[in-house]
T-cell receptor
């Protein structure tokens, strides 16, 4: 079974631009979560989608948004990029109960650099 | 506000010895705890978990201990192997479908 895939793997943008990252979950998984990883901060939860609905969100500004499609694929968008948005963005999928007994499987991440 | 804390950013251990990784949490609503392992250029992979109704869970060389009164958990790796060199993240959740992660501990296993 194919794992979680994320595209693109690397991205360089300049301040003020916007960016869209894509995540394809494992087949059959309906929950998709997004995390931001920066040095010293660990993984910070962005949001979680289940059946095209956002079930929970973390403490990030409104510039960070996401959506999930009917095939469970998910995208996240960051508008008006800032230097501090430079990070590794990780997507994780699970069957239904993200963060509970259903194991979350992570993709390799998208490395975003904002210049 | 970091609700899950891993106060040791790094740990070096000799091959064959025990690795002990520690994690503290502040949110008393957390009732499910997990450890993830991450190699460079890869996403984290699930290692082991424990529910708050237990105080110990074992899976091969990996054992997680939970002390609810101290809001503390630890991961023991016995014996440590070179392939265990990685970053280890502690994570916790309540019933809100999100994981709160610690900052990670980098483990280096010396031959």
């Amino acid at each position: 079974k194919a794992g979680v895939t994320q595209t693109p793997r690397y991205l360089i943008k300049t301040r003020g631009q916007q960016v869209t990252l894509s995540c394809s979950p494992i087949s059959g998984h309906r929950s998709v979560s997004w995390y931001q990883q920066t040095p010293g901060q660990g993984l910070q939860f962005l949001f979680e989608y289940f059946s095209e609905t956002q079930r929970n969100k973390g403490n990030f500004p409104g510039r960070f948004s996401g959506r999930q499609f009917s095939n469970s694929r998910s995208e996240m968008n960051v508008s008006t990029l800032e230097l501090g948005d430079s990070a590794l963005y990780l997507c994780a999928s699970s069957l239904e109960l993200a963060g509970r007994t259903d194991t979350q499987y992570f993709g390799p991440g998208t490395r975003l650099t904002v210049l | 506000d970091q609700q899950v804390k891993q106060n040791s950013p790094s740990l070096s251990v000799q091959e064959g010895r025990i690795s002990i990784l520690n994690c503290d949490y502040t949110n008393s609503m957390f009732d499910y705890f997990l450890w993830y392992k991450k190699y460079p250029a890869e996403g984290p992979t699930f290692l082991i978990s424990i529910s708050s109704i237990k105080d110990k869970n074992e899976d091969g060389r990996f054992t997680v201990f939970l002390n609810k009164s101290a809001k503390h958990l630890s991961l023991h790796i016995v014996p440590s192997q070179p392939g265990d060199s990685a970053v280890y993240f502690c994570a916790a959740s309540s019933d809100d479908y999100k994981l709160s992660f610690g900052a990670g501990t980098t483990v280096t296993v010396r031959a």
